[in-house]
């Protein structure tokens, strides 16, 4: 109504006249609170939170602060305020679709440490060094097991690496890599033969053969490292570790059903137990330590490996630090500290 009567000089009286509406409704004002205030507020804490989170991530987040919402509500706001995630810049499509026998979606998983897969990124720090990142992942639940950070990761890092994970989480049927020097390596390849583990190598030059990793370093890249400036390979691995945890635990996985990668892993464990008892990992022993604690008036057995390895939680610090002699596998120097994978010691 205001632009007839600029264009056309007219009065408001006339240019209702004349397009038949009462001039009431052009008076109208909105009095009462807007419906969706609280949940327009709601939506933007949840999008400073996660800039990169579309609406139908950003309803299940609404959702776990308690909200009764849908995904069409929230679509509708969306659409009024005119808010979108910029795109990605697309790649062009390949020709091949990466058909060999230890592709992913021909290799795939069946069970919790059936296949894990791991993978190199690189980082620009604000000095103009680069340092690398090491992730490992547990491709049936999402999980991202460890980040390891440095200037340099070498073949006996990722040995360190693996036997941690191996410690605490078990070992998996299967192993999934591109053809890296660090992967292909004849001391990587060897330990992990020793160790029970077959290496699944992609075809070389076929990154979408590892598809679940690939999406994985697009995802960490997008949400994490291309929103901070590091200063340090300390920061780097500081921020790394935080995204990890929060990747695990707090972050909905859409292919997932919208849970987060240790829920739908504790799902799965808790269906597992209902039913037949999942596989005990091949090194870990069902007794636990010989001692016993009272507990409840029962004795129970402590610290038992099991529980250890099937809890589905990392700690924190995925491993000690790498100038620690105690962790590296190096049995020509015959350090007493070592672990020498020829004994019997319950783990091999």
């Known amino acids: 109504m205001e632009t007839v009567c600029d264009e056309l000089g007219v009065s408001q009286r006339k240019a209702c006249r004349t397009l038949d509406q009462p001039r009431s409704s052009q008076r109208y004002e909105l009095t009462l609170p807007v419906r969706d205030a609280s949940l327009i507020e709601s939506i933007q804490k949840q999008m400073e939170k996660r800039p990169r989170f579309g609406y139908r991530r950003i309803t299940v987040a609404l959702r776990k602060d308690c909200w009764v919402i849908n995904f069409k509500r929230v679509y509708r706001i969306w659409r009024d305020h005119d808010w979108?995630?910029?795109k990605k810049k697309?790649?062009?499509k390949r020709g091949r679709d990466g058909g060999s026998a230890n592709a992913c979606h021909k290799k795939k998983p069946e069970s919790i440490n059936h296949v894990w897969i791991y993978d190199f990124m690189s980082q620009?720090?604000?000095?103009?060094r680069k340092a690398r990142?090491?992730?490992v992942l547990d491709e049936y639940t999402r999980e991202?097991?460890?980040?390891?950070?440095?200037?340099?990761?070498?073949?006996?890092d990722v040995i360190d690496v693996l036997r941690y994970l191996f410690l605490v989480r078990g070992e998996p049927a299967c192993i999934r890599s591109d053809n890296g020097p660090e992967f292909t390596a004849k001391k990587v390849k060897k330990w992990l033969a020793a160790m029970g583990v077959k290496t699944l190598?992609?075809?070389?030059?076929?990154?979408?053969e590892n598809g679940y990793m690939e999406s994985f370093n697009g995802h960490m890249r997008d949400e994490c490292l291309d929103r901070e400036i590091f200063v340090s390979v300390e920061e780097l691995r500081y921020i790394s570790e935080r995204y990890r945890l929060d990747y695990n635990h707090h972050r909905p996985h859409q292919s997932l059903g919208y849970l987060t990668p240790a829920q739908f892993?504790?799902?799965?464990?808790?269906?597992?137990?209902?039913?037949?008892?999942?596989?005990?990992?091949?090194?870990l022993s069902l007794g636990g330590s010989e001692h016993l604690i009272e507990e409840a008036g029962r004795p129970q057995?402590?610290?038992?490996?099991?529980?250890?390895?099937?809890?589905?939680?990392i700690p924190a610090e995925p491993y000690p630090c790498r100038g620690m002699e105690s962790i590296r596998y190096e049995p020509d120097k015959g350090n007493p500290g070592e672990m020498d994978c020829n004994q019997d010691s319950g783990y091999v």
């Open 265 to 283: 892993a504790a799902m799965k464990r808790k269906e597992a137990l209902a039913g037949a008892l999942p596989p005990i990992p091949r090194n």
């Open 124 to 128: 620009t720090l604000e000095n103009g």
């Open 90 to 92: 697309g790649r062009r």
């Open 84 to 86: 979108h995630v910029p």
């Open 301 to 313: 057995p402590a610290d038992a490996p099991t529980s250890a390895a099937c809890s589905g939680c």
């Open 201 to 208: 190598f992609i075809e070389p030059g076929s990154p979408w």
């Open 144 to 156: 991202c097991l460890a980040i390891d950070v440095g200037r340099r990761i070498t073949a006996q």
């Open 133 to 135: 990142m090491l992730s």
